[in-house]
């Protein structure tokens, strides 16, 4: 696949539900064009371990077992953003996970260059990967292990030669608890009413685009540029 390393890009979020293959969209994006991924797990971890001010604040705050609130995460968030790897663009990982905070980022991105030698602002353009309910079923609960070689299965989709036995050592495969169709259900619940605000949000603004997760890898790979590359060319036109 050629990489795409000349234009700006611009902010880039991508939604999408558990199973639904945001991880493998998320770096093939980044390698076809060049830019960061931006996690806000990574953030932390970076700034508690460097022990800035504010990662110093948010240790404090996860030794209570508390959540690191929003004024805290967008100053490390917005630190992190100014950097020079993201002056062509970047994609967001865990971030805007509410309404608020994505309106925190398009007050943000509205205050910073990430083109400067056009000087234009670019706001992020927002693709959220939609796959049936029954298929992120069948690709979440479907999900065994081999304990030894490490080797990932899906009994539905694509089982071991011997039903439940790692096809290269003949050991029983696992199930995590995370994968148990109880804990799926939820988890998938708990991410539709997490993130339906954030999508309308974006959707209200027009720039939220919709990618058929259902279709194979590539497909859904190659739209997802479409759009990207549609917006860009927007933009400089």
């Keep these: 696949m050629a990489k795409d390393t000349s234009r700006s890009i611009g902010p880039i ?3 999408g539900p558990p199973g639904a293959g945001k991880g493998t969209q998320a770096q093939r994006i980044v390698e076809h064009y060049r830019i960061p991924q931006i996690s806000t797990g990574d953030i932390l971890r970076e700034q508690v371990k460097a022990g800035t001010p504010l990662g110093l604040r948010a240790k404090d ?5 508390d959540l690191v609130p929003d004024d805290l995460l967008y100053g490390m968030v917005g630190e992190r953003l100014r950097r020079a790897d993201c002056d062509r663009g970047f994609i967001l990982d865990g971030f805007p996970r509410t309404a608020a905070q994505a309106g925190w980022l398009d007050a943000f991105l509205e205050h910073e260059l990430f083109d400067n030698s056009k000087k234009t602002h670019c706001l992020p353009i927002v693709v959220r990967i939609d796959v049936d309910y029954n298929e992120l ?9 081999c304990p ?14 011997v039903n439940e036995k790692c096809d290269v050592d003949g050991t029983a495969l696992n199930t995590r608890n995370d994968d148990r169709e109880e804990v799926i259900r939820e988890r998938l619940s708990t991410y539709e009413q997490q993130t339906r605000p954030v999508a309308d949000h974006y959707e209200r603004k027009g720039r ?23 917006r860009t060319e927007a933009v400089v036109g």
Aim: contains cysteine.
């Design 13 to 15: 979020v991508l939604l």
């Design 61 to 65: 705050i996860m030794a209570r077992g």
């Design 137 to 145: 079923l069948l690709r979440l609960t479907g999900r065994r292990t």
């Design 148 to 161: 030894v070689c490490g080797r990932i299965y899906n009994v539905h989709l694509q089982p071991p030669r």
């Design 208 to 230: 939220l685009v919709s990618v058929d997760g259902n279709l194979p890898v590539d497909e859904v790979s190659e739209r997802i540029f479409r759009a990207i590359e549609g």
